[in-house]
């Protein structure tokens, strides 16, 4: 008989290489004294109403059976109300589901709109992860390189992969791991080419409140022409500073969003009832100023870090928004490629980062490495001196 239990499927035989943005959090972690700004984990404290919410659901002040698959009808409610207030977007509770993080959200979604085989737009640098869920779901993503130093939405690029016929589109803003921002005028031109195509278009907003230098997140959903065609999808995790708690959503239009949860029911039946509480008091009790005070923190953080950075040699993009920092390492580490790169800084000075070849289609020639600043003051003050000691 054939050794049945090492078969593996085609679809899961790209992602089993290993995933370097999580075994080197663990490298890193072994690592007395490391630093991880690898996987951009957000190790900061979550606010206090969030945890009270919580708390208070496991402690008599709910019930712990599952929720409805679209989520606990409050929460969808307070999500709705939060895209109308800060996101510009007109969308009552029944067109929000909630899902495990924005990948829970994304990967339900794929699987709720797409057929084997279609394509996909991405613009690269990429995720790593918006390309392997494609491939789990069987679909075949495109890349749309963003050009130049600055990450500049190129129309010609853009036209030329449009021309191959994709289906949907992802749409990362504030984007990870280049730091963009897509401007209002540059989704109207993805608006204009898009016109008398079917496509659609999945957003990644995880980042939305961490926007710099007094940028504004414009929710593709709220761009014409794209209003009709973009299904939003984002999280709580970054927002709140709770990565592992896996509380997202999709929102759109009832019958799509719909659809999402139908297949959200039958791969994960639910989100975590707790966590769904926390969000619902948080997204309830936290004023305004809690969001302008996290985007002047991480814009705090950015400016302290990029210093460093620089003055230890590296090159790179100052991030737009979002908190991560794609930097060619060349002049501090050499020319070796991404993954030998991050190693050799992780024993010069016990940081990690996440070698940027994971975010590009071909990793040849790739000399980036990726950096995030999600951390509190003490740790970024201490990665910051360490950084600086590179310096030749
Ligand atoms: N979004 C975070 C990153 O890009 C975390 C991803 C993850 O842990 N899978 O690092």
């Not at 072994?30 to 009270?52: E, K, R, S, W, Y």
């Not at 640098?125 to 495109?142: D, E, I, K």
């Not at 870090?305 to 737009?320: K, N, S, T, Y």
């Amino acid at each position: 008989m054939k050794d049945v239990l090492r078969l593996r499927s085609s679809r899961a035989t790209p992602i089993l290489a290993g995933n370097l943005l999580r075994s080197l959090t663990e490298l890193i972690d072994a690592v007395p004294g490391g630093i991880n700004l690898g996987q951009g984990v957000c190790d900061l404290d979550p606010p206090t109403p969030l945890v009270a919410g919580a708390v208070a659901a496991l402690q008599g002040g709910d019930r712990q059976v599952y929720t409805p698959f679209a989520g606990l009808p409050g929460l969808r409610a307070a999500i709705a109300q939060k895209l109308r207030r800060d996101n510009g977007l007109e969308i009552e509770a029944d067109g929000v589901v909630v899902c495990p993080g924005a990948s829970g959200g994304l990967f339900a979604t794929l699987l709720a709109l797409f057929d084997p085989g279609d394509r996909i737009l991405l613009f690269e640098p990429f995720y790593s992860y918006h390309r392997t869920q494609l491939l789990l779901a069987g679909l075949v993503p495109v890349p749309v390189p963003l050009s130049g130093p600055d990450f500049a939405f190129d129309e010609a690029a853009f036209a030329r992969a449009l021309a191959q016929k994709a289906r949907g589109l992802i749409l990362n803003t504030p984007a990870n791991p280049s730091g963009k921002v897509f401007s209002a005028d540059e989704l109207a031109a993805i608006a204009r080419r898009l016109e008398g195509t079917e496509l659609v278009v999945l957003t990644d907003e995880v980042y939305e409140y961490l926007v710099y230098d007094g940028r504004r997140h414009v929710a593709p959903a709220t761009v014409e022409g794209l209003a009709e065609r973009a299904v939003t999808i984002s999280s709580f995790s970054k927002t709140y500073s709770i990565t592992g708690w896996r509380i997202g959503y999709v929102a759109g239009p009832k019958d799509l969003v719909d659809a999402v949860g139908r297949v959200a029911d039958q791969a994960w039946v639910c989100s975590s009832r707790p966590a769904q509480r926390g969000v619902e008091r948080a997204l309830h009790e936290l004023p305004a100023s809690f969001y302008t005070d996290l985007r002047v923190g991480y814009e705090a953080r950015r400016d302290r870090f990029c210093a460093a950075l620089a003055d230890a040699g590296f090159r790179f993009q100052r991030p737009e928004g979002a908190y991560y920092v794609l930097a060619d390492y060349r002049a501090v580490l050499g020319d070796l490629e991404p993954h030998p790169a991050a190693l050799e800084l992780i024993s010069r000075v016990r940081i990690n980062a996440v070698p940027g070849h994971v975010f590009h289609a071909e990793p040849a020639g790739v000399r980036t490495l990726r950096f995030h600043f999600a951390v509190g003051d003490a740790v970024l003050d201490e990665a910051c001196a360490r950084l600086r000691t590179l310096a030749r």
